[in-house]
């Protein structure tokens, strides 16, 4: 009996050793399990780091590229000139958006005791508006087309040339061209001549008056300059053949009210007067340059 009880209370230890070994084996795993889990989260945690790194300097690299890209494609440049007190800045922008290549040349003028804001803010102003007025379609018809359907690129050109500029006047011509889509081009001419003691534009019949003589010679120069120009650029057969609408645009063209409002740059001398070259041909574009020296 004795011996019985022996065995049962050997046996109720050995379970109770078992229970307690079970309970300790489990806590360690429990522990264990733990340890892994943070470390594992803790890697987790490290390459998502690491991930947003690479995000974050892959997008700089790329501000960084479209930023030398487009400093690249777009630049300005700023010259001077002197003319006695008078400084002349020469603006040139250059750049590339959507297909379009612009290249703009303008100035802008300043003196220490002269004002020419309004002459500059009329310059500004006329390349502005030309720009408006013919970019947009050259805009909507590459975004239309797609770029790859559009064989040669779109190009808008704007320069211009310096006539007299003294601290009496300043007269300069801003010279407009555009290829747009479907071959299309656009020639434009726009004058400026400045009178810097009234600070304002000044017209052709400001600066010579109502002199008849002087309107009688300048048409006669100009219609014999257009006549060569006609006779070199046309065969004796299309000669023969506008040779009468040649002598009707030279009356439209010509008359005293066509010659007073025709765009011109004074010049050291005389003038510059820029004629349509519609003159010459009806579905010609451009301007005819022919100066005219004042008779003294």
């Known amino acids: 009996m004795e011996e019985t009880s022996k065995i049962s209370r050997e046996r109720k230890s050995l379970r109770t050793s078992i229970a307690q070994g079970y309970d300790l084996t489990k806590k360690t795993s429990k ?3 733990k340890k892994n889990l943070e470390k594992i989260q803790g890697h987790v945690f490290d390459t998502r780091a690491f991930v947003i790194s690479l995000l974050l300097l892959g997008s700089l690299l790329l501000l960084l590229g479209s930023f030398v890209l487009l400093s690249r494609r777009n ?5 001077e000139i002197q003319h006695g007190a008078i400084t ?6 250059h750049r590339t958006r959507q297909g379009i290549e612009y290249l703009v040349v303008y100035p802008q003028f300043s003196a220490p005791e002269a004002s020419f804001g309004p ?30 359907r559009v064989q040669t690129p779109y190009s808008i050109n704007i320069g211009y040339k310096d006539g007299l500029i003294n601290e009496d006047v300043i007269s ?31 017209s052709l019949a400001e600066l010579v008056g109502e002199k008849q003589e002087f309107y009688d010679d300048l048409r006669t120069q100009l219609i014999d300059a257009v006549t060569i120009i006609f006779d070199e650029r046309n065969d004796m057969y299309e000669i023969a053949q506008q040779e009468s609408s040649f002598g009707q645009k030279q009356e439209l063209f010509f008359s005293r009210n066509a010659l007073k409002n025709l765009n011109f740059m ?29 008779k003294s």
Not at 88 to 93: A, R, S, V, Y
Not at 269 to 280: A, C, L, N, R, T
């Open 31 to 33: 522990r264990v399990l």
């Open 75 to 79: 630049s300005i440049t700023i010259k």
């Open 88 to 93: 002349e800045q020469i603006i040139t922008k």
């Open 119 to 148: 002459l500059n803010e009329i310059i500004r102003d006329g390349v502005e508006v030309f720009l408006r007025e013919h970019v947009w379609d050259a805009r909507k018809d590459f975004l239309y087309q797609g770029a790859e």
């Open 172 to 202: 300069v011509s801003l010279r407009l061209s555009a290829h747009l889509p479907g071959e299309r081009r656009i020639e434009d001419a726009q004058t400026y001549t400045y009178d810097v003691q009234k600070k304002k534009l000044v």
């Open 266 to 294: 004074v010049v050291d001398g005389g003038f510059v007067f820029y004629v349509p070259e519609e003159v010459i041909k009806t579905d010609s574009l451009g301007f005819l340059e022919i100066p005219y020296q004042v």
